[in-house]
């Protein structure tokens, strides 16, 4: 914590280490229903991030509006977008910032839309599993600087990276993803005009549209992440990460992308970037926040072409996931 001075320094202080002491109360005081005899990795590998079970709340019964009632999201903010059918719905990062998971049903499929600040990832799961609709909450735990969520029909804990259950009865249990985008409000509206946006369900509750990690994706160093970084490239720059030819994954800086503009790949994906959208983790105000940019990621089919899974992640949480895949500088 850094050396502060005065009475508003030393409150501030007294505040920040009541509130460090608060949320090691609350940790201290949960109850799990984890089988925590069954798991694929060891424990000590998750560590708290600070607040505890749920502490970070999930959406479970989210509220959405149509696109011309939205009036506070810039043209350039990000937005995770969904489309089942001709249900289009988008979930902006000032929502999910402070949220992380929303539990949902676009079209006929339930889904969680995740999000995990700490490692840029934004990933929707189909949550069928088996014969179960599962629902999911924070654990308030990270691996690799990780969100792991939980679900509540069995506690299980779940890797957000991967979609892998990782502790208790489910484990070994993968999710199917979604194939989704994380793009600006006004791409999202301009192909999908009747689509609808997730909105707070108390817009009071939470500092929204503020970005409580300012200049994270600038910083030299992730959040409680010990591991080994990537060679080459900055530990939290942008990667695209995409299926490889082999069936595993690969990753194009974000860097290459910006200057080539369209890639395509030897497992025939094709991966274009376009200028126009806000990082989400730069300005205290997502809307102030630097050009990233629009990444789309297709798969040629006999009709045209097709969205596919891919993400737009931190390269050291890539590398911390997939150690032996490439990450593609040149």
């Not at 029909?153 to 249990?173: H, P, Y």
């Not at 069936?247 to 290459?256: H, K």
Request: hydrophobic share 40%; aromatic share 10%; with cysteine.
């Amino acid at each position: 914590m850094p050396r502060v001075r005065g009475y508003q320094g030393y409150a501030a202080a007294s505040l920040f280490l009541v509130s460090l002491l608060l949320m090691a109360w609350m940790a201290a005081a949960e109850t799990w229903r984890t089988n925590f005899d069954v798991r694929s990795i060891d424990m000590s590998e998750i560590m708290s991030g600070g607040p505890p079970k749920d502490g970070i709340p999930p959406i479970d019964d989210p509220v959405f509006e149509p696109l011309a009632a939205i009036s506070n999201l810039a043209d350039t903010e990000p937005v995770i977008s969904v489309i089942v059918g001709d249900d289009a719905r988008a979930y902006p990062l000032r929502v999910l910032m402070w949220h992380e998971i929303v539990n949902d049903t676009v079209g006929d499929v339930p889904v969680s839309v995740t999000f995990c600040p700490l490692c840029n990832a934004a990933v929707v799961f189909d949550r069928r599993l088996d014969d179960m609709a599962l629902d999911f909450g924070t654990t308030g735990r990270l691996r690799n600087s990780d969100l792991v969520m939980y679900d509540r029909q069995t506690e299980s804990r779940w890797q957000q990276f991967l979609g892998e259950a990782i502790v208790g009865d489910l484990t070994g249990k993968v999710l199917k993803m979604v194939p989704s985008r994380l793009e600006s409000f006004a791409n999202f509206r301009d192909r999908a005009p009747n689509g609808k946006v997730l909105v707070p369900n108390d817009p009071g509750k939470r500092r929204y549209g503020a970005n409580p990690y300012v200049k994270y994706d600038s910083s030299p160093q992730p959040f409680l992440y010990g591991g080994p970084g990537p060679q080459g490239i900055a530990p939290l720059a942008r990667v695209v990460t995409v299926e490889s030819v082999s069936g595993g994954r690969e990753a194009w800086s974000l860097d290459v992308l910006r200057k080539k503009g369209r890639v395509e790949t030897d497992a025939g994906l094709i991966i274009t970037w376009e200028p126009g959208q806000n990082s989400a983790l730069d300005s205290g105000r997502i809307s102030d926040g630097f050009d990233v940019g629009n990444v789309v990621v297709q798969r040629k089919t006999g009709s045209g072409t097709e969205d596919v899974v891919y993400g737009v992640d931190f390269a050291f949480a890539f590398h911390a996931f997939y150690p032996d895949s490439p990450i593609h500088i040149r």
